[in-house]
């Protein structure tokens, strides 16, 4: 049986094409380095990959190539006196994704888009990249869409679900407002 499309682009991605890859991302990263950190992209660098997570080349979706900072999460070694077991210095990690951070970036940049998913697109020394896909759930031709019925607020066919980050943000302003408004309106009274 022959391979279809989607699965030589894998292959560039795996182990397999490799060196083709190298070569070809070399030229690319370079000229992203010298971009801004977010940037909205015409179509999606793994077409595979995008179209798994419900790209669909149309208007009202959107992919964001993101550029988040690597390197360790190191912590400054304390300078008083204490084994080393107990500086608190190694075994620290962080409790979010770069994923999840290269998400969280692209939502703030594009406030009236939800955030559909988001990939893997290359390292470098400096950067990790990541492409998110976002959708504008106002666009006519999302909602008229059955596939992403889910985020504009009709019954389903597919599972794909939209990152609903704002609305997380939203809930936690408002339970905010609720508790410490009232503790700080009390504490001006007296």
Do not use: C, H
Request: net charge positive; charged share 35%; no cysteine.
């Amino acid at each position: 049986m022959a391979k279809s499309a989607y699965a030589y682009m894998a292959m560039w991605y795996s182990s397999e094409g490799r060196e083709v890859e190298e070569k070809v991302m070399r030229t690319r990263l370079i000229q992203w380095r010298r971009e801004p950190a977010i940037v909205r992209v015409e179509r999606p660098t793994r077409l595979n990959r995008a179209r798994s997570l419900g790209y669909k080349a149309k208007q009202g979706v959107v992919v964001v190539r993101v550029r988040v900072r690597r390197g360790p999460f190191n912590r400054r070694r304390p300078d008083s006196g204490r084994r080393p077991k107990r500086m608190g210095v190694y075994g620290i990690t962080l409790w979010k994704s770069w994923q999840q951070v290269a998400e969280e970036r692209a939502a703030r940049r594009y406030p009236n888009l939800e955030v559909l998913g988001s990939y893997w697109v290359a390292d470098d020394g400096m950067y990790r990249y990541f492409e998110v896909i976002m959708i504008d759930p106002n666009a006519p031709t999302v909602k008229n869409d059955p596939d992403y019925a889910g985020i504009v607020g009709k019954k389903s066919k597919r599972r794909w679900k939209a990152r609903r980050l704002r609305q997380r943000q939203k809930r936690l302003i408002e339970k905010l407002r609720e508790t410490l408004l009232p503790k700080l309106k009390g504490g001006e009274a007296k």
